[in-house]
């Protein structure tokens, strides 16, 4: 953990140590940003999946965590897009290659996005 998180995590422990339903902390610009965006995405109905010191996840967790069903994942797996191993029978996917996974999935959404774009314009559907 680095300097500034370790005074953040003390920080909020402290705070809630304090008594009542409200409490004051100051905390650093880049956890202040990662808590505004667990409360966003609570607050829009999506779930929140915090790995503590998770390595590995199973295909169900990978799903949660890139907002797909478990049955595309398989797919993704069985792809080549998706690395695991196997761990027995069950497999087991690095977190680091699911956050991989979902930021070219973000890539190619925004590329999909801009070409449907284009033909919008070229065909004239657009005002």
Known sequence: MNPVSTRDAEALRSALESEGDQVTVSLSRETIEMLNRVVDAQ???????????????????????????????????????????????HHRIAVDDVRTCLADERKRRKA???????????????E
């Open 112 to 126: 999909a996005l801009a070409r449907f774009s284009e033909l919008e314009n070229e065909l004239g559907l657009t």
């Open 43 to 89: 607050a829009a109905g999506q779930q929140v999946v915090v790995t503590h010191g998770l390595q590995e996840v199973s295909p169900s967790e990978a799903a949660l965590m890139l907002g797909m069903s478990r049955p595309q994942v398989r797919k993704l797996m069985d792809r080549g897009a998706l690395p695991f191993r196997m761990v027995g029978a």
